[in-house]
């Protein structure tokens, strides 16, 4: 998928002048236009299933697709004059608004568009990385999403999936993304079982309980960049094709995994569990900011059924700073770097994810395939 999509202003979004008059010597003042419409008054649009704009002249509109509502409803936008949570980053003066009905739920296959004009001179610089419009969800949660920045223009692109206040803010949750060659090494460990190991003459597999770890964090929740659940790191081909400056936004971390079955050497035998990691990868590329979803996940649980306590469990070996899981949903066997370090009175247990990112070359011409990994970090 090539990252660069160039997105053209929607033509709502065009500036509007204003008319100037004097009158009979008097102090100049500024007057709208009859089609104008004041962002503080707002607008109302009944939108379709067929889709529908809803727009504020000359800093804001959203479009709704065909299949984004299931019927009709009214939709209203207007100027926000309360203040933006400050969970959701550092917002752009005069770039809020409140779009009703608030927490309503759009099509997850055919979000609106946000579209908001937010001029270069108005961010600090390097902010265009982490422009975003965030969203605030009926439980106060944050949600932040990101298509595209145009530099060119200063049009601010992203695709919602729910209404709300909204504004656009520099986001606060960005992961800094790293160089391949500086990942550090992942040493391995002890995993500790709960209660002693077997004695040399007991059965290997005696253990009844696990040793669970898990991690978990979301755009919402807004602690992967805080909590450091999540480092990432590329190769010089994705640096190649998107840039040095690359961030990642919108991370999810979801993980857990149990351990059991220990044996006469504290080693767990058996596991089952489950990785997940996606964000957005955020870019510039000449004029344009843009974002592209960049995940890993692998299921751990399409074991043999060997183990009658567990059935779902896989078969797992440990040996120095690796693991080795006989099945996964990806390979058999599944080879995964680890380290284990104590903290305080609990463990941390660091699991390496890799991946690819692929990047078009035209037709006939075989993809170029860039490297990524991630390392989570999941608590006992």
């Not at 090539?2 to 002048?17: F, K, S």
């Not at 993304?177 to 002890?190: E, R, T």
């Amino acid at each position: 998928m090539d990252i660069m999509r160039y997105m053209p202003p929607n033509t709502a979004l065009a500036l509007v002048g204003t008319l100037v008059t004097t009158l009979y010597g008097c102090q100049q003042v500024d007057q709208l236009l009859p089609f104008e419409i004041d962002p503080a008054q707002g607008q109302t649009v009944t939108v379709t299933a067929n889709g529908g704009v809803v727009s504020l002249p000359p800093n804001f509109s959203i479009e709704f697709f065909p299949g984004s509502l299931p019927g009709s409803e009214l939709v209203t936008a207007q100027q926000r004059l309360d203040a933006f949570p400050l969970d959701a980053g550092l917002s752009v003066p005069g770039r809020a608004y409140d779009v009703g009905p608030a927490g309503l739920v759009l099509s997850p296959s055919a979000p609106a568009r946000v579209q908001i004009a937010v001029p270069d001179e108005l961010l600090e610089a390097g902010d265009a990385l982490t422009l975003s419009v965030a969203v605030v969800r009926p439980d106060n949660s944050i949600v932040t999403d990101a298509t595209s920045y145009d530099l060119s223009n200063g049009i601010l692109t992203a695709d919602v999936y729910e209404l709300g206040p909204m504004a656009a803010v520099v986001a606060t949750d960005a992961i800094q993304i790293g160089d391949i060659a500086d990942v550090p090494p992942l040493d391995g460990g002890a995993i500790t079982p709960v209660s002693p190991p077997p004695s040399a003459g007991g059965p290997a597999r005696s253990h009844p309980g696990g040793v669970v770890f898990s991690a978990s964090c979301s755009p919402g929740e807004r602690s992967c960049f805080t909590s450091g659940i999540a480092k990432i790191w590329v190769d010089d081909v994705v640096r190649q094709r998107l840039g040095s400056n690359l961030v990642l936004l919108n991370t999810t971390v979801e993980a857990s995994i149990d351990f059991f079955a220990f044996n006469v050497s504290s080693l767990p035998d058996s596991a089952v569990g489950f990785f997940h990691i996606d964000g957005d990868l955020r870019a510039r590329i000449n004029e344009v900011v843009a974002s592209r979803e960049v995940g890993e996940e692998i299921a751990i649980f399409t074991g043999n059924g060997s183990d009658p306590n567990n059935p779902e469990a896989t078969a797992i070996s440990i040996s120095g700073g690796d693991m080795t899981f006989e099945f996964t949903s990806q390979e058999d066997p599944e080879v995964i770097e680890f380290d284990v370090t104590g903290v305080g009175t609990s463990d941390l247990l660091t699991i390496q994810l890799e991946g690819e990112i692929e990047f078009d070359n035209g037709p006939g011409v075989p993809k170029t395939m860039g490297a990524i990994v991630a390392h989570v970090r999941l608590r006992r």
